[in-house]
T-cell receptor, first 111, second 113 residues
Framework: RKEVEQDPGPFNVPEGATVAFNCTYSNSASQSFFWYRQDCRKEPKLLMSVYSSGNEDGRFTAQLNRASQYISLLIRDSKLSDSATYLCVVNSNQAGTALIFGKGTTLSVSS | GAVVSQHPSWVICKSGTSVKIECRSLDFQATTMFWYRQFPKQSLMLMATSNEGSKATYEQGVEKDKFLINHASLTLSTLTVTSAHPEDSSFYIC?????????FGSGTRLTVV
Protein backbone atom coordinates (compact mmCIF):
# COMPACT_ATOMS: atom_id res chain seq x y z
CA ARG A 1 0.00 0.00 0.00
CA LYS A 2 1.34 3.40 -0.93
CA GLU A 3 1.99 5.83 1.89
CA VAL A 4 -0.06 8.61 0.34
CA GLU A 5 -2.83 7.92 -2.13
CA GLN A 6 -4.66 10.35 -4.33
CA ASP A 7 -7.06 10.13 -7.23
CA PRO A 8 -4.84 11.15 -10.17
CA GLY A 9 -7.70 12.69 -12.12
CA PRO A 10 -7.61 14.59 -14.35
CA PHE A 11 -10.34 16.84 -13.12
CA ASN A 12 -11.58 19.02 -15.96
CA VAL A 13 -13.78 21.85 -14.72
CA PRO A 14 -15.03 25.17 -16.06
CA GLU A 15 -14.01 28.48 -14.58
CA GLY A 16 -15.97 29.27 -11.45
CA ALA A 17 -16.53 25.64 -10.50
CA THR A 18 -15.89 24.18 -7.07
CA VAL A 19 -13.68 21.12 -7.01
CA ALA A 20 -12.56 18.82 -4.20
CA PHE A 21 -9.54 16.57 -3.95
CA ASN A 22 -9.10 13.74 -1.50
CA CYS A 23 -6.09 12.00 -0.10
CA THR A 24 -5.46 9.16 2.34
CA TYR A 25 -2.26 8.32 4.17
CA SER A 26 -1.20 5.03 5.69
CA ASN A 27 1.26 6.04 8.40
CA SER A 28 -0.69 6.85 11.55
CA ALA A 29 2.47 8.43 12.99
CA SER A 30 2.25 11.24 10.44
CA GLN A 31 2.11 14.59 12.17
CA SER A 32 2.32 17.25 9.49
CA PHE A 33 0.15 17.57 6.43
CA PHE A 34 0.35 19.81 3.41
CA TRP A 35 -0.98 20.50 -0.01
CA TYR A 36 1.59 21.45 -2.61
CA ARG A 37 1.02 22.64 -6.13
CA GLN A 38 3.23 21.58 -9.02
CA ASP A 39 3.19 23.12 -12.44
CA CYS A 40 4.52 21.18 -15.41
CA ARG A 41 8.29 20.67 -15.25
CA LYS A 42 8.61 22.80 -12.13
CA GLU A 43 9.38 22.21 -8.49
CA PRO A 44 6.47 21.76 -6.07
CA LYS A 45 5.38 24.86 -4.19
CA LEU A 46 3.65 24.89 -0.83
CA LEU A 47 -0.01 25.77 -1.20
CA MET A 48 -1.05 25.39 2.41
CA SER A 49 -0.52 23.40 5.56
CA VAL A 50 -3.43 21.34 6.84
CA TYR A 51 -4.54 21.52 10.46
CA SER A 52 -6.85 19.28 12.43
CA SER A 53 -9.34 22.08 12.90
CA GLY A 54 -9.45 22.73 9.18
CA ASN A 55 -8.13 25.87 7.63
CA GLU A 56 -8.95 28.25 4.86
CA ASP A 57 -6.82 30.48 2.66
CA GLY A 58 -8.91 32.54 0.29
CA ARG A 59 -10.60 30.17 -2.14
CA PHE A 60 -8.80 27.15 -0.72
CA THR A 61 -10.02 25.08 2.23
CA ALA A 62 -8.16 22.12 3.68
CA GLN A 63 -9.50 19.53 6.07
CA LEU A 64 -7.84 16.75 8.05
CA ASN A 65 -9.48 13.74 9.63
CA ARG A 66 -6.86 11.95 11.72
CA ALA A 67 -9.17 9.09 12.67
CA SER A 68 -9.79 8.25 9.03
CA GLN A 69 -6.30 9.33 7.91
CA TYR A 70 -7.92 11.47 5.30
CA ILE A 71 -7.07 14.90 3.92
CA SER A 72 -9.05 17.06 1.56
CA LEU A 73 -8.65 20.23 -0.44
CA LEU A 74 -11.54 22.31 -1.70
CA ILE A 75 -11.08 24.96 -4.35
CA ARG A 76 -13.93 27.40 -4.86
CA ASP A 77 -14.48 29.68 -7.83
CA SER A 78 -11.80 27.95 -9.93
CA LYS A 79 -9.55 30.16 -12.04
CA LEU A 80 -7.66 29.25 -15.20
CA SER A 81 -4.48 29.80 -13.21
CA ASP A 82 -5.46 27.01 -10.80
CA SER A 83 -4.66 24.46 -13.51
CA ALA A 84 -1.84 22.38 -12.06
CA THR A 85 -1.14 19.15 -10.22
CA TYR A 86 -2.01 19.18 -6.52
CA LEU A 87 0.18 17.04 -4.31
CA CYS A 88 -0.89 15.69 -0.95
CA VAL A 89 2.14 15.57 1.36
CA VAL A 90 2.73 14.14 4.83
CA ASN A 91 5.61 14.12 7.25
CA SER A 92 6.27 12.33 10.52
CA ASN A 93 7.84 15.43 12.10
CA GLN A 94 10.78 13.44 13.39
CA ALA A 95 14.01 15.32 12.94
CA GLY A 96 15.55 14.80 9.54
CA THR A 97 12.62 13.04 7.94
CA ALA A 98 11.55 13.71 4.40
CA LEU A 99 8.25 14.88 3.03
CA ILE A 100 6.30 12.00 1.52
CA PHE A 101 4.37 12.89 -1.61
CA GLY A 102 1.25 11.51 -3.18
CA LYS A 103 1.14 11.01 -6.91
CA GLY A 104 -0.84 14.19 -7.36
CA THR A 105 -4.22 15.11 -8.76
CA THR A 106 -4.28 17.01 -12.02
CA LEU A 107 -6.70 19.89 -12.36
CA SER A 108 -7.53 21.55 -15.66
CA VAL A 109 -9.71 24.65 -15.54
CA SER A 110 -11.14 25.81 -18.84
CA SER A 111 -12.90 28.97 -19.93
CA GLY B 1 13.12 33.80 2.32
CA ALA B 2 15.04 30.58 1.91
CA VAL B 3 16.40 29.79 -1.54
CA VAL B 4 17.97 26.63 -2.86
CA SER B 5 19.79 27.02 -6.15
CA GLN B 6 19.89 23.84 -8.22
CA HIS B 7 22.04 23.42 -11.33
CA PRO B 8 21.86 22.51 -14.09
CA SER B 9 18.17 22.96 -14.79
CA TRP B 10 18.36 20.52 -17.65
CA VAL B 11 21.01 18.29 -19.13
CA ILE B 12 21.26 15.88 -22.02
CA CYS B 13 24.04 13.33 -21.85
CA LYS B 14 25.19 10.25 -23.65
CA SER B 15 24.61 6.83 -22.21
CA GLY B 16 27.52 5.75 -20.03
CA THR B 17 28.58 9.23 -18.96
CA SER B 18 28.21 10.76 -15.51
CA VAL B 19 26.23 13.83 -14.57
CA LYS B 20 26.61 15.97 -11.47
CA ILE B 21 23.73 17.97 -10.03
CA GLU B 22 24.38 20.68 -7.45
CA CYS B 23 22.13 22.18 -4.84
CA ARG B 24 23.21 25.21 -2.85
CA SER B 25 21.35 26.84 -0.01
CA LEU B 26 21.92 30.54 -0.56
CA ASP B 27 20.88 32.16 2.68
CA PHE B 28 20.58 29.43 5.25
CA GLN B 29 22.35 26.37 6.47
CA ALA B 30 20.89 23.15 5.14
CA THR B 31 21.39 20.61 7.87
CA THR B 32 19.67 17.91 5.85
CA MET B 33 19.26 17.52 2.11
CA PHE B 34 16.76 15.21 0.49
CA TRP B 35 17.06 14.04 -3.09
CA TYR B 36 13.97 13.03 -5.05
CA ARG B 37 13.30 11.93 -8.58
CA GLN B 38 10.06 12.13 -10.47
CA PHE B 39 9.16 10.10 -13.54
CA PRO B 40 6.38 11.40 -15.82
CA LYS B 41 2.95 11.31 -14.18
CA GLN B 42 4.47 9.86 -11.01
CA SER B 43 5.01 11.27 -7.54
CA LEU B 44 8.26 12.61 -6.20
CA MET B 45 10.06 9.55 -4.91
CA LEU B 46 12.63 9.98 -2.18
CA MET B 47 16.01 8.64 -3.24
CA ALA B 48 18.21 9.50 -0.31
CA THR B 49 18.70 11.67 2.74
CA SER B 50 22.01 13.29 3.52
CA ASN B 51 23.26 15.15 6.53
CA GLU B 52 26.28 17.40 6.35
CA GLY B 53 29.49 15.52 6.92
CA SER B 54 28.02 12.03 6.99
CA LYS B 55 27.12 9.34 4.50
CA ALA B 56 23.77 9.52 2.81
CA THR B 57 20.99 7.14 3.68
CA TYR B 58 19.46 5.61 0.57
CA GLU B 59 15.93 4.40 0.12
CA GLN B 60 15.29 0.80 -0.74
CA GLY B 61 15.94 0.10 -4.40
CA VAL B 62 18.23 3.09 -4.95
CA GLU B 63 21.78 2.07 -5.81
CA LYS B 64 24.23 4.03 -3.71
CA ASP B 65 27.11 3.28 -6.06
CA LYS B 66 25.17 4.67 -8.99
CA PHE B 67 23.77 7.76 -7.31
CA LEU B 68 26.64 9.32 -5.42
CA ILE B 69 25.68 11.97 -2.90
CA ASN B 70 28.09 14.38 -1.29
CA HIS B 71 27.11 16.82 1.42
CA ALA B 72 30.46 18.25 2.43
CA SER B 73 29.20 21.58 3.72
CA LEU B 74 26.03 23.06 5.18
CA THR B 75 25.35 24.94 1.96
CA LEU B 76 26.21 22.45 -0.76
CA SER B 77 25.06 18.98 -1.69
CA THR B 78 25.69 17.17 -4.95
CA LEU B 79 24.14 14.16 -6.64
CA THR B 80 26.19 12.40 -9.29
CA VAL B 81 24.48 9.97 -11.60
CA THR B 82 27.25 7.64 -12.67
CA SER B 83 27.21 5.70 -15.94
CA ALA B 84 23.83 7.11 -16.80
CA HIS B 85 21.45 5.09 -18.94
CA PRO B 86 18.20 6.06 -20.66
CA GLU B 87 16.16 4.61 -17.78
CA ASP B 88 17.79 7.22 -15.52
CA SER B 89 16.12 9.97 -17.51
CA SER B 90 13.96 11.77 -15.00
CA PHE B 91 13.34 14.98 -13.07
CA TYR B 92 15.72 15.19 -10.10
CA ILE B 93 15.01 17.64 -7.32
CA CYS B 94 16.59 18.48 -4.00
CA UNK B 95 14.95 19.70 -0.83
CA UNK B 96 16.84 21.27 2.02
CA UNK B 97 15.76 21.64 5.61
CA UNK B 98 16.98 24.26 7.97
CA UNK B 99 15.49 27.05 9.99
CA UNK B 100 12.92 27.77 7.27
CA UNK B 101 11.43 24.30 6.97
CA UNK B 102 11.59 22.54 3.62
CA UNK B 103 12.91 24.44 0.61
CA PHE B 104 13.06 22.91 -2.86
CA GLY B 105 15.50 23.46 -5.64
CA SER B 106 14.06 24.16 -9.08
CA GLY B 107 14.85 20.68 -10.33
CA THR B 108 17.06 19.15 -13.01
CA ARG B 109 15.59 17.43 -16.03
CA LEU B 110 18.02 14.71 -17.10
CA THR B 111 17.74 13.09 -20.50
CA VAL B 112 20.10 10.25 -21.31
CA VAL B 113 20.39 9.40 -24.99
Amino acid sequence: RKEVEQDPGPFNVPEGATVAFNCTYSNSASQSFFWYRQDCRKEPKLLMSVYSSGNEDGRFTAQLNRASQYISLLIRDSKLSDSATYLCVVNSNQAGTALIFGKGTTLSVSS
Amino acid sequence: GAVVSQHPSWVICKSGTSVKIECRSLDFQATTMFWYRQFPKQSLMLMATSNEGSKATYEQGVEKDKFLINHASLTLSTLTVTSAHPEDSSFYICSATGQYGYTFGSGTRLTVV
